[in-house]
Structures are given as C-alpha cells and as structure tokens.
C-alpha cells in the first residue's frame, strides 16, 4: 500500500505538468483533458494526502478554465480541507468555493469544518473560510455560522448583526470602514429606505473620508437615500458639489456627478455644475470619460433636456465614433432630442447615415426611429404622410430587419389615422411591386402589413389590376403560409372592389342611357356608410339597377366589346368630377379588363385551393366560390336569355354589393373596456365545452347573420362575413352542417367573441341577428367612448384625427407589438380622466408630469422648512403635497390593469380549449403587473414614513 | 458587487476565471466565450466599457482592459463605478507584476493558484478589499510562507507573444 503510494506520488503529475501538457498539444486537447480526468478520478481516491489535493487542485484548474465536471470530487474536497495544514486546505476551500452550491449533499459535512477555521489562530485560515462563507453560504451555514462571524466582527459576541455593523462605521481603521460601507452599500440597493437612519453617520464619512473609495460608495447610498427624504438630499448636495470642483479623481467626479444628475436633479446649481463638468469629459479625448459623459446625459435627458441640448453638436458628432457604445449611446440621445419640428429633420440624417452603417448599427438605428415615433400614439409626427413613406423607405434599406415593428405601425397608423391612408396605399404598392422584396425574409411580416392595408383600402388604390397582379405574383410563394393567406385576404377584397366597381360603371351607364335615377341616390343612405371614400358615393346605385336593367339595351352579346369601350369613354367623362385617386383605377374597368381579372385570380388561386395549409385553402376557396358566382351570371351571359340575364345580373350585382359593403365598413379599433359593458345573458356557461352546442343548435334554422369572428385578424371576420351571406344569398353552394352549427353559435354568443366597434355596428344594416338590446348598448357605449377620447386630443392633433392611446402602453414594448395583430383603441375612459388632469399641457407623460410636483413638493417642503423651523407642521404637509403623485400612480396602475382584462378578453375569443390556458397566463401576467405596481407604491410611500422618522432630523438638521 | 472577473488571452482561452455568484460550469464556458466574442471585435482605440446587459443580464456593466496578449475583465453591478473598476484592474495587474517581476502571460497560465490568492485578497466575496499592491503582496507572501515552496515560479522562457509583459506594453 505504501509502496503504490511512494509510486503513485513520485510519478504522479502536477498541475505544471497538467499545464504544459495542455500546452504542447500533442493530442487533441478535449482528448488530453478527458485523460487527465481519468487519471484524477484514480488519484483522487488516494489515501495519501500529497497525491489527494495536487488531483484535487488540477481538476479545480480544469474545471474553472476547461469546463470540466468536479461534482464527483464534493467529498474529496472535504477531505482536503479538512486538512491541518495550510497548504492542502487551502487547495481544498479553494475546490469547495468554485464548486459547492445549494444542490451539493456534502455541503453540510462542512459546516464543523467551517466553525473551526473560523475559530483558528491563523489569520489566513478563517480568511479561507469567511471567503468560502461569502460564496456559498446558505440559510443552514448562516444559521449555524452566524455566531463565530460575529465573534470576528468584535472581541465581544453581539448577537444583533446590524448593531456591529453599525459600531463598525465609525472604525477609524480604513479597511473596515471601507468593508462596512460596501455592504451597507450593497444593502441600500436592496432596501434603502430602511437605512436611513444611518445618514448621520454616512454623512461623516462623506465629509470626512479622504478615500475616493469610500466616498465612492457613499455617494452610492446617498444617491439612494436623497430621493426618499429630500431633506437629506438638501443637505448632501453642497459637499458634492464640493467634490465636483476640487476632486481630481475621475471616478469619484463621475460618482458626483451621476449622484447630482440622477439623484438630487431638482437643485438647479448642481446640476448646472455637474453638466458643465460632463462638458469636460465629452471633450476628453479618453474614449472611456466620453462614453460615461454621454451616458450622464442620458440620465438628465428626461428632466433637463435643455442639457442634451445644449451638448448637440457633440451628440451628432458621437454618432460617427470608432466605438459602438458611443455611437449606441448617441442614438438614445439623439432621440430624446426629438421633437414634432425636428423629427423629419432628425430621421433623414439618421436614415442617411443607417444606409451607411454596418447592419447591427443600422437596425439599432431603424429601431430607435420606429420607437421614438410611435411613443405616446405617433406624438411626435405631424405629417402622417411623410411618416408613411418614411416607412417605405426603411423597408428598402438593405439591412433592414426591424420587419415586425414596421408591420405593425402600418397596420397601426392605417387604422388611426384616415387622413394618411391614401399615402399609405401608394407607400404599399409600391413594396407589394416589388419582387426583389419578397427574397428577404425579414420583410415579409411588412408585406404582410402592405397587402393587409392594400386589399383593406383598395379604394385608394390608383390601378387595383397592378395590385392585384402585385398580390399574386408568383415569387409569392416564398412567403409564409400564415402570410400569404393575407395576401389571398387582400386578393379577394380588391376583387370585389374591382367587380364593384366595373358594375357601378354599368350602373352609371345604364340610368344616363335611361332616366339618371343613379344620381338621385338618397344621400341618408350614404351617410350611414361609415367608410369615407368617394367613389362609395355613387355604391348604392346597384339598389335601383333592378328597375333599369330590365330595358336596358346593351346585353346584346355581339357589342358588348363595343360597349365596354364607349363605357371607358363615358366613365372619363363622369369621373372627371369624382376623386382623383379613383378615377385613374376606375378607367380600366371594362369587360375585358374584369375578365382578365378573374382569370388572373382563378389561375392563380386554383392551386392554392389545394393548399395544405388551412387558412390559405379556406380563403383561396372562399374567393374561387366568389368568382365562380359572379362570373358566370355577369361575365359570360351569352348562353342566358335577356330576362334571365337581367335577373342573374341582379342577383351577382345584389351579391358584390353587399360584399363589397361588407368589406367597405371600417374595421375600427375596440375599447378596452367593451368586453365589460355588455351584460352576460342568463344561463351562459363560457367554460362548457362547445361540443354540446349541437344539441342545442341542431333544430334551429340557420338565419341570415353577420357572425363573428373567432380569428383574431380583423381580415379573418372578414371572411366569415362573406362566407355567410354566400351561403345565405345563394342556395347552391354548399353548405357544411359544422360551418352552420358554428355559425349559429356565432350568432347567439357573437357579443363574445371580439369585434371591432364598426362592423357591429355595421351589422345592424342586416337582418338582426343578434340580441339587439346588448348591441345597441355596446354600441352607444363604444360611440361615447370614440367621442371622449377624441374630445381628450382634439386641440392636441386637429389635423390628424389621430385617436388616443394610454400614455402606459408604451412602456411595455411587448404589448405593443401584441396590439399589432389586433389594432385596439388602447383607451378607456380612465386616460381620458388624465388627459384632463393633464389638460393644458401638451402631452407631457405623466411620470415626468409626477416628477414636477415632487420637485414642487421638495422646494416648497424646504421652503417651509426655512420659516417654521422643522415644526409639526412641515410633517404633516408631506403627505398632502404628495397627493397628485398618488393619484398619478393609482389611474396608471388601474388602466395596466383594465389592459390585462383587455388581453384577457382576447382570450376569450379563441378557441374553447386555449381558453384556459390562456385565462392562466394573463393572470399570471396581470399579477406580474400588480408586482410591479406595488414595488411602485412603496417606492412612493417612503415619504411619509420618513416623516415619522425622528431620527434624521435630530442629527441633520 | 463584482460579479466575475475574468482573465483571458487574446485567443479567447480562459486564464482566470471567478464568478462571486454560483454559475454552473456549463454556463461559466458559455459567459467566458460570449464575453470573448464581444471583446475581440473591438479595437484598441475604443472605451474599456461594454454593455453586458445581454450576458450577464440587466444592470450589470463589464469593464475590460487589454494588457499584452491578455484581456482582464471586471463584471459589476450598479453598486460599482466604473472608472473604479478600471483602476482596480490597474491595481490587480500592478501587483501581478510586482509579484511576478514583469508579469506576462505564462506566469499567469503557470502559477494558477497565485493568482487565486493575489486576487482574493483584493476582492473578497465580490466586495473590494484591498486596493493597494503593497499590503496584497505583503499578505500573499505571508500566505505562501505558510506553504511548502512546491516550485518556484520560474518563468520559463517560452517563445511566442506570451511572454511579452504586461506592464510595459501597456505603458
């Protein structure tokens, strides 16, 4: 046995040796390292302790360094450091610190072993074991350890750690001072308000202390400190100031500083003094002081921006750095800059300057524009339309890969803002045009967005055939399938805005040929249409066509071709008056040019019929069953009579006209709070499966409906609308028992699933399918609510029409992009109750808007503190003149919570099994929420308990 | 509190490497290489702070200083300053080549344990204890009169840019 152990030390190889095997790398090194491994595991069993801790420390190198596994070694390293001398037990802490944690079984075994060293005579030995403490001490060592530590702290046991700790701030021995105010500092991050009552004695140190170490770290507190007593922040900010002016020591200059500027902002000489020293840093040539100076700024940026400004030129400047922090951080202030003058200004110059930068820059850049833009509902833009080709712009960027923010603001601004949807259309068209944009697929969410808008407001379009021939050009199918069943969407919208129109045309030219009835279109009518487009104007002469059609003379097959020319003739004649914008499209729109069209669409969608995927199938056969309806009766009349064509006529053009109504109603943002408003009926049962509902629907006639959608993209209810009135216009197509049952449910249930305001509304116009009561209130309530928010912004954005968001929303980037896929008026009758508190001031957020009136609380609160003498009286004031932040913070907190119900609603729409899943997770979200909310309010609440606090004055003041 | 300190050379091999909050070894490699990937795309010329919120997670901030063929990278939270951690990477290299008489890279790769021990007694437990290279060495000597003098650090003189001091390079 001592034999092998002789040998076995002898030969053994040591952690230099290990080394340089590594080094000379005669095999491959993961090979050598896995021998070595091998080789430890045999020495490591070794009873002799040389042998034990040299295997001990190599694995330790190669597990810190090499990523090798040691938990097999956990009670070996024990052994090891159970050693009595120094040497080996070092090797062992040193094993058991790198490798111990919570999940290790031995990790108690050591605990006695701990105690020892703790106790020992030798200095570096409880040195090893308070360091191992420090690292991997849990709730059982620090129960059972806690004694000897404190033995340490102080010759005589005290069993209140804090008090020691606290006797130990006014150790004149400046390496404890320093060790206790970094943990004091460490704790403050934690918990600062209770530590206040040890300002007297940090205030010592910082008048005291000559070490810029220990200055450092209580400024650190104090930074923490002033902004729960302003009192104590009246009384710190002259030494600091003091620091700034004679210190020669960056790092605590920048500690001033960053104390001043993030701290104690609302005493203006100090922050005067702290910008002027950023100044010194931004022009310093040390990249490092560049890069924090801006990054001071940054901090002062949301309360003194006038400092940013003041610095522009640099700013700019920093943006063509070496240093991508730099430039990072030149970005972030650049944009803090913006403003409705300067935005345009500001975009170009960073557009310009993102084409030239490398991709990551680029998008950083492209990132920053889309979010400063759209930050409390698109405040900054005044010009709607620049911001839409603005847009386009940044998708033709070559490294552009900000596709899902850019999709959603073009979904977003298109259904906000009328005014910017002409602009809108043409900034699509031309990306859907493009083919060379459909090889990247980072674009392709945008495309998506693009043909939404295209196919939703086709009547802006200036030529629907080169859209349509945009939509189904055959490079489409690199797109995703959820993608392209946009596109098929859209495809479907334009055609019937096209076979619409090209009907209307006859229409005109029939009641010219006859008796003009066309242009006596009750204007009543028209005035319910919500949609704004022009040539709508005339969309209700199909509703008379029946009388004229009947003597109508151009059904003559043979000049039919003729005809469809003099019509174009006709149409430039009658269009001359109408809007521009349509009557480009609207020339086109002859027989030819329709049937053209719908062979284009069933060539195109023939396949895609067949599609695997669902959605593409359902929408590409929902348009097919569409043309396939429409293009007999209207297209090719030549086998029907003249009677029956003109009923046929009569029939497709009943049909297109209420698609095309259909798909004319505006597809509006929905109130948070609608879901709420409508009153649940008796015996609803939300939670059943839906598969009873057989029974209950199987007897009922399918009635005529609207329904609603499941689909959370309006395009979705779209179809559904049209699948309905197909099934109930026209008897022959085929209609599925399910699709009837679920349409049925629908119907009855419809209040649940969420629609947007508009298109209920817009179903009324039909036959009455759903309990009228609950309708109507829901919609009256959405109408209110469309008026109060408009009210709220009118003087804000006149020109705009651009409805409110909760200034909340934008904080939680993620939920931003949520509203994406369901656009959302984000608004409830809460933010229009802070717009009025905020009435008056142009769209200051409402933290910065709290900001101000702490900071009109401090001053007045120091003010007060001048003439009474820190009576009773300046106590009791705190709390009142806090007021308005409470307020502030309870209305923000309510509406995230009414936007967790919203989110809850949504999951209320989808299918019955998520319906739970989904129910969890928003409470799980909304609580997360509340989380915050409260971390919030205690925030907030420090003031008053200070002002209970008696301690601080006493000694400060 | 300081995070992590790491020490790796300029081929993104690991010489040092102490995290203060227990990383598994899996993760440790993993922070190691992404900490590497992000170093050695930046140039000389360029600020020693990089925004490590995506490693190392929000609030942390990573302040490196490229000695020779060796990159020395301090991992802190808010409770530091930065510029403070520059000079204590100062310090921590200082005291290297005190002890090391002219520090370069093999003796950081071959006396594995001594650097252990310089760097405890600066830092402690993530908390700075010691900023001044006298009372280190005074300490580490101490220590290592306490150990049997296995092998004295010889520097042995290898080829290749490893044995390029630190400090002079720097200076």
Known sequence: MAGTSIMETLFQRDLDDLI???????????????????????????TDLPTKSAALRKLSYLSSLH??????????????????????????????????????????????????????????????????????????????????????????????????????????????????????????????????????????????????????????????????????????????????????AKSLLFEC?????????????????????????????????????????????????????????????????????????????????????????????????????????????????????????????????????????????????????????????????????????HVCRNLLIDPALLGNPFLHRILSAAAWVSGEYVEF???????????????????????????????????????????????????????????????????????ENSDLATSEAPASSEQHDSFNPRNINQSFGDLSIENGGDATVSNSQASTSASLGRNSFTHESIVNLFNIVELALGPLSRSHDVEIQERARNVLGFTDLIEQEILNPVVQGEENLARAETEASRVVKLMCDAFSEELGPVSTSAQDRVPVPDGLLLKENLADLETICGDIQLPLSSSFSLSSTPLGEAVDIS??????????????????????????HGLYYLASEKSEGASNDYPPANDPMSQDKLNDDAEDLLKLTEQSLAPKKKPNQAKPRPVVLKLDGDEISVAAKKPELKDDLLSGVVQDVLLGNDGVPSSSRSNRSENLSGKSKGKEKLSTDLSLETKENVPGEKMPDHV????????????????????????????????QKEKRKSNHHRGKHKAHQRADEPLNVVAQTPVIPDFLL | MIKSVMVMNTQGKPRLAKFYDFQPVEKQQELIRSVFGVL???????????????????????????????????????????????????????????????????????NYSKLHTILDEIIFGGQVLETSSIEVIKAVEEISKCSPSLSPSTCLSFFGPSTRPLLLCYN
Not at chain 1, 145 to 160: D, I, K, Y
Not at chain 1, 304 to 315: G, R
Not at chain 1, 911 to 918: A, I, M, Q, T, W
């Open chain 1, 67 to 248: 990523g090798a596994d040691m938990s097999f070694a956990a009670f070996h390293a024990v052994e090891v450091m159970s050693s009595p001398q120094f040497f080996y037990k070092k090797i062992g802490y040193h094993a058991v610190t790198q490798s111990f944690n919570d999940d290790t079984p031995v990790i108690l075994l050591i605990t006695n072993q701990l105690r020892k060293d703790l106790n020992s005579s030798n200095q570096f030995e409880v040195s090893l074991a308070l360091e191992c403490l420090s690292r991997i001490g849990n709730v059982d060592l620090a129960r059972d350890l806690t004694p000897e530590v404190f033995t340490l702290l102080s010759s005589n046991a005290v069993r209140v750690c804090f008090k020691r700790l606290v006797e130990n701030l006014e150790s004149s021995e400046p390496v404890i001072l320093s060790a206790v105010v970094g943990v004091f500092c460490e704790l403050c991050l934690k918990d600062p308000r209770s530590y206040l009552p040890l300002a007297p004695e940090f205030y010592k140190i910082l008048v005291d202390s000559k070490n810029n170490w220990l200055l450092i770290k209580v400024l650190k507190i104090f930074a923490k400190l002033a902004t729960l007593e302003p009192r104590l922040a009246k009384r710190v900010v002259e030494p600091i100031c003091e620091f700034m002016r004679r210190t020669e």
């Open chain 1, 888 to 919: 502030n913070t309870s209305s923000r907190r309510s509406k995230h919570r009414s936007h967790g119900k919203e989110r809850r609603q949504k999951g209320q729409g989808k299918d019955g099994e998520e319906k739970e899943d989904n129910g």
């Open chain 1, 461 to 531: 379009s200036r030529n629907p055939f080169e859209l349509m021939e945009a939509l189904l050009q055959p490079r489409t199918n690199l797109l995703l399938p959820s993608i392209r069943a946009v596109y098929v969407q859209s495809v479907f919208k334009v055609l019937i805005f096209c076979a619409h129109s090209y009907l209307l045309h006859k229409e005109n030219i029939s009641s010219v040929n006859t008796d003009n009835l066309a242009s006596e279109v009750p204007e009543s009518v028209f005035a319910r249409m919500s949609c």
């Open chain 1, 257 to 425: 500083i960053r104390t001043v500027l993030s701290s104690l902002s609302e005493y203006e000489s100090a922050v005067k003094l702290a910008v002027v020293k950023v100044r010194e840093f931004l022009v310093d040539d040390d990249p490092n002081l560049k890069y924090l100076g801006l990054q001071a700024l940054s901090i002062i940026a949301p309360k003194h921006l006038w400092a940013v400004l003041e610095n522009k030129d640099f700013v700019i400047k920093s943006l063509s750095d070496g240093d991508y922090n730099i430039k990072l951080e030149s970005l972030r202030l650049l944009m803090s800059m913006v403003s409705e003058s300067n935005v345009a200004e500001i975009s170009r110059v960073l557009i310009n300057y993102a084409l030239k930068s490398d991709p990551e820059f680029c998008n950083q850049i492209l990132g920053s524009i889309l979010s400063t833009c759209c930050r409390n509902l698109y405040e900054v833009i005044v010009d709607f339309d620049w911001y839409a080709s603005l847009l386009g712009e940044m998708v033709r960027i070559p490294h552009c890969q900000k596709g899902e923010e850019i999709e959603h603001q073009i979904i977003d601004i298109a259904m906000r803002v009328k005014d910017v949807r002409p602009a809108l259309v």
């Open chain 2, 40 to 110: 050695c795309g930046r140039a000389d010329n360029v600020s020693n702070f990089v925004e490590a919120d995506s490693i190392f997670g929000p609030g942390t901030r990573l302040v490196y200083k490229h000695f020779a063929t060796l990159y020395f990278v301090f991992i802190f939270d808010s409770s530091e300053n930065e510029l403070a951690m520059l000079d204590l990477i100062q310090v921590f290299v200082e005291t290297l080549d005190k002890c090391f008489k002219n520090v370069c890279e093999l003796d950081i790769v071959y």
């Open chain 1, 723 to 748: 699948r309905t009135n197909l099934q109930s216009k026209d008897e022959t197509e085929p209609s599925h028992e399910s699709t009837s049952l679920l349409a049925e449910h629908r119907k009855r």
């Open chain 1, 20 to 46: 340089k095997g590594i080094r000379q790398q005669q095999i491959k090194e993961s090979l050598f390292i896995s021998k070595a491994i091998e080789e430890i595991r045999r020495e490591i069993k070794s």
